[in-house]
């Protein structure tokens, strides 16, 4: 099931402390067919809590589909920002990401 799908992010590097499963939740692109659409899900606001706190996330793979995330430094989707994800490794934030996250989009497709 597709909706069980995301990304897990983590206090802290390699996957260590807290951790927090967004799951897509929505169609963000109709392809026609399940195998083209993308899905997802948006995060605005990360929470007091997780606020500039996210120090490494991990993506879901499941056969064709992959998920990746889309990390921005501000609330709303503003300021610096990156993709990573895709591969369903660990992945540490790099420079002025590592705790500096307040917006997430995550995204799972078998068009990537």
Request: hydrophobic letters at 35%; aromatic letters at 12%; glycine letters at 12%.
């Amino acid at each position: 099931m597709i909706k069980t799908k995301g990304c897990t992010f983590y206090e802290h590097v390699n996957g260590g402390g807290v951790s927090w499963k967004v799951n897509v939740e929505w169609i963000a692109h109709d392809g026609g067919q399940p195998s083209k659409n993308v899905y997802g899900q948006a995060v605005a606001r990360t929470g007091p809590w997780w606020n500039d706190r996210i120090s490494s996330a991990k993506c879901d793979t499941a056969g064709k589909l992959k998920c990746l995330f889309n990390g921005f430094e501000h609330a709303d989707f503003n300021g610096r920002n990156f993709t990573a994800g895709i591969d369903g490794k660990i992945y540490n934030m790099p420079g002025f990401t590592n705790d500096m996250l307040s917006s997430v989009q995550v995204l799972c497709s078998e068009l990537w």
